[in-house]
């Protein structure tokens, strides 16, 4: 998606499909402040046969590819690193200590079970 492209999803109720659409105000194309966001932090390149920086995400979801680049399955995920790195279970590569760095600077919710 471009900057000034705004994608629409319409509900199983409506009768059309996705489409997308210029974003614009005033007659000038504009962008979301949640574009620039997602392009802030689009820096993660330390997954496994990385090809393009991901945005930082805790389990690398890139929704427009509907892609999930650190499967927990891996142990390549926040999740697992974090705590393995914490608890010293093992030594984190230089890219996965990049990766957890970033995670932790973007925030959110670390909740556990």
């Known amino acids: 998606m471009f900057p000034s492209q705004e994608m629409v999803i319409y509900n199983e109720y409506q ?16 962008i979301h402040a949640q574009k620039i966001g997602n392009a802030i932090r689009t820096i993660d390149n330390w997954y496994k ?17 509907a892609s999930v ?22 030594i984190l590569s230089e890219d996965q200590k990049h990766y957890v760095i970033a995670m932790l600077l973007r925030g959110g919710v670390f909740g556990s079970k």
């Not at 009768?15 to 504009?30: M, P, W």
């Not at 393009?52 to 979801?61: A, D, L, Q, T």
């Not at 999740?79 to 914490?86: Q, R, S, V």
């Open 15 to 30: 009768t059309k499909n996705q489409s997308k659409f210029l974003y614009e105000i005033n007659g000038h194309a504009g």
């Open 69 to 90: 680049f650190r499967q927990p399955s891996t142990k390549n995920d926040f999740y697992t690193l974090f705590e393995n790195w914490i608890n010293k279970k093992n």
């Open 49 to 65: 046969n990385a090809e393009y920086p991901i945005p930082i995400e805790s389990y690398g979801v890139v929704t427009h590819l």
